[in-house]
């Protein structure tokens, strides 16, 4: 069983740069795929970002790329996810996810969720 907890998001203008944290539990979390996502409201859930157990591999979805960076900290057992040059359109509330099998863009393909953080950002 794996429990996240993401902290670090709330209200930023536009331009602005935010680092969501994901704080895992369980002594296993090293070898989890790890993943973001995102949820306006009114609209699904939307991958963001995802990172391979070793932090080898990293995919970005094509509206944050060059913009978001995702990283980890095996001996934090962290996640996060830095957020610069943020848009209006980056709103939403942001979830970790993990799973112990493999990356994945898709919400079916992550086992462990978070409880979410908002990110509102203002123009």
């Known amino acids: 069983q794996v429990q996240l907890v993401e902290s670090g998001g709330g209200l930023v203008q536009a331009g602005g740069s935010l680092r969501l944290s994901c704080a895992a539990s369980g002594r296993t979390f090293s070898t989890y795929a790890m993943g973001w996502f995102r949820q306006a409201p009114g609209k699904e859930r939307e991958f963001v970002a995802a990172i391979s157990w070793s932090g080898s591999s990293t995919y970005y979805a094509d509206s944050v790329k060059g913009r978001f960076t995702i990283s980890r900290d095996n001996a934090k057992i962290t996640v996060y996810l830095q957020m610069t040059s943020l848009k209006p359109e980056d709103t939403a509330v942001y979830y970790c996810?993990?799973?112990?099998?493999?990356?994945?863009?898709?919400?079916?393909?992550?086992?462990?969720w978070g409880q979410g953080t908002q990110v509102t950002v203002s123009s």
């Open positions: 996810a993990a799973d112990p099998l493999r990356i994945g863009v898709r919400t079916n393909e992550y086992r462990y």
